[in-house]
């Protein structure tokens, strides 16, 4: 018989917001980092409009990177491209925490954790999101610190930046900015393929 499908569950977390903003997702087994990284921007609500890195510790405590490497994706790249690498052979539950770093500029750091190795369900479509939440931050806000300034901006409307800021995050979001609201069967996920496809063309 064929060895059964299997799925990993991960709950992604946005370090240094509060209240906290996460995802709970599930991904084939089969993903490759790239996979990965395509699935958490679509969970979170990023756009996907800055470089990442998953960081790790192999069994043997170095440190890895995963992500695009320079220009020539030269595999002695200190990153290694995410693409070529399956996270079944560097994650386990006995070592269930990693980080993933979205644009290295406003510095968006995100715990992810394997909760589960779980049969897939015949019937269901993976990558899915089941729980999250908390809206995601709009891209290019400043980071964590930005965010909470952001957020008190809004949370004034006598501030003498208010109009400005609302309307800059309801042009980011395209329509109205409710930092509270998330809904997982609002997510729809790329397929990783498509993206690469998209973003580096025949490379």
């Given at each position: 018989m064929p060895p059964k499908k299997q799925v990993y569950q991960f709950k992604v977390t946005l370090k240094d917001v509060k209240p906290p903003i996460?995802?709970?997702?599930?991904?084939?087994s089969t993903y490759s980092f790239w996979d990965l990284h395509v699935a958490i921007q679509d969970?979170?609500?990023?756009?996907?409009?800055?470089?990442?890195?998953?960081?790790?510790k192999d069994v043997n405590g170095q440190m890895l990177s995963?992500?695009?490497?320079g220009e020539e994706f030269?595999?002695?790249?200190?990153i290694l491209p995410g693409w070529k690498h399956k996270i079944s052979k560097y994650l386990s539950l006995a070592r269930p925490a990693f980080e993933y770093v979205y644009d290295?500029?406003?510095?968006?750091?995100?715990?992810?954790?394997?909760?589960?190795?779980?049969?897939?369900?015949?019937?269901?479509?993976y990558p899915?999101?089941?729980?999250?939440r908390r809206a995601c931050p709009p891209e290019?806000?400043?980071g964590p610190w930005g965010y909470e300034e952001l957020l008190q901006v809004l949370g004034d409307p006598a501030h003498v930046g208010y109009e400005d800021m609302k309307a800059w995050v309801e042009s980011m979001k395209e329509g109205p900015f409710d930092p509270e609201a998330?809904?997982?069967?609002?997510?729809?996920?790329?397929?990783?393929?498509?993206?690469?496809?998209?973003?580096?063309?025949?490379?």
């Open positions: 996460w995802r709970r997702i599930q991904v084939p969970a979170m609500g990023w756009l996907d409009y800055h470089l990442h890195e998953f960081r790790i995963f992500g695009i490497p030269d595999d002695d790249d200190d290295f500029s406003d510095d968006w750091r995100h715990k992810v954790e394997l909760e589960a190795v779980l049969p897939a369900e015949p019937k269901a479509t899915c999101c089941i729980k999250g290019d806000c400043g998330f809904d997982p069967s609002s997510v729809e996920f790329w397929n990783p393929k498509e993206r690469f496809d998209l973003a580096f063309g025949d490379t």
